[in-house]
T-cell receptor
Framework: DAGVIQSPRHEVTEMGQEVTLRCKPI?????LFWYRQTMMRGLELLIY????????DSGMPEDRFSAKMPNASFSTLKIQPSEPRDSAVYFC??????????FGEGSRLTVL | AQSVAQPEDQVNVAEGNPLTVKCTYS??????LFWYVQYPNRGLQFLLK??????LVKGSYGFEAEFNKSQTSFHLKKPSALVSDSALYFC???????????FGRGTSLIVHP
């Protein structure tokens, strides 16, 4: 298995632009998580899905953030409009029921 | 609510010496406990987990962790550290009902040659 695949690995954009991050979870996994990692706040859970349905989005910082999972093999995290304080590494992770999480390599976002 | 504490931001150890990275937790009921490692510019990688059974859990790369219910701890250990073990280590806990783990802030392990 190729593991959790995220794209892009790096994104540099200007304030106000729309950013879309993509994730392909491991086949057969029924939970998908989006995390954000910064030096100041560590690892933050933004939202998670179970069987493609969003379960808890209380970690999404603002309405500028949205996430979708149209099918079991694809999820997106969108920021519109982006701001410099959104600069961080965004991780996608998946798991099957009670198991450990499998993380992607992350998408490093820089908003200028 | 569940929580994890990693009391040390950084642990320094000489190569060849034993290492310990500390973790304490709080959870309702029996815990599921995990350790992950993150190398620079990489995602978190699973090292080991405790669900039930023996209190000493063995994992990848020679790491092990000891579950101590009375002290609510799950410290990560390795008998002989390698320079390549230098990385950021995360402890995580979840209860038996929620599938959502809570992560600690992470501990930076630095192994000196």
């Amino acid at each position: 298995d190729a593991g959790v695949i995220q794209s892009p690995r790096h994104e540099v954009t200007e304030m106000g632009q729309e950013v879309t991050l993509r994730c392909k979870p491991i086949s057969g996994h029924d939970y998908l998580f989006w995390y954000r990692q910064t030096m100041m706040r560590g690892l933050e859970l933004l939202i998670y899905f179970n069987n493609n349905v969003p379960i808890d989005d209380s970690g999404m910082p603002e309405d500028r953030f949205s996430a979708k999972m149209p099918n079991a093999s694809f999820s997106t995290l969108k920021i519109q409009p982006s701001e410099p304080r959104d600069s961080a590494v965004y991780f996608c992770a998946s798991t099957r029921q009670a198991g450990e999480l499998f993380f992607g390599e992350g998408s490093r976002l820089t908003v200028l | 609510a569940q929580s994890v504490a990693q009391p040390e931001d950084q642990v320094n150890v000489a190569e060849g010496n034993p290492l310990t990275v500390k973790c304490t937790y709080s959870v309702s009921g029996n815990p599921y406990l995990f350790w992950y490692v993150q190398y620079p510019n990489r995602g978190l990688q699973f090292l080991l987990k405790y669900i039930t059974g023996d209190n000493l859990v063995k994992g990848s790369y020679g790491f092990e962790a000891e579950f101590n219910k009375s002290q609510t701890s799950f410290h990560l250990k390795k008998p002989s550290a390698l320079v390549s073990d230098s990385a950021l280590y995360f402890c995580a806990v979840r209860d038996m009902v929620s599938y959502i783990p809570t992560f600690g802030r992470g501990t930076s392990l630095i192994v000196h040659p």
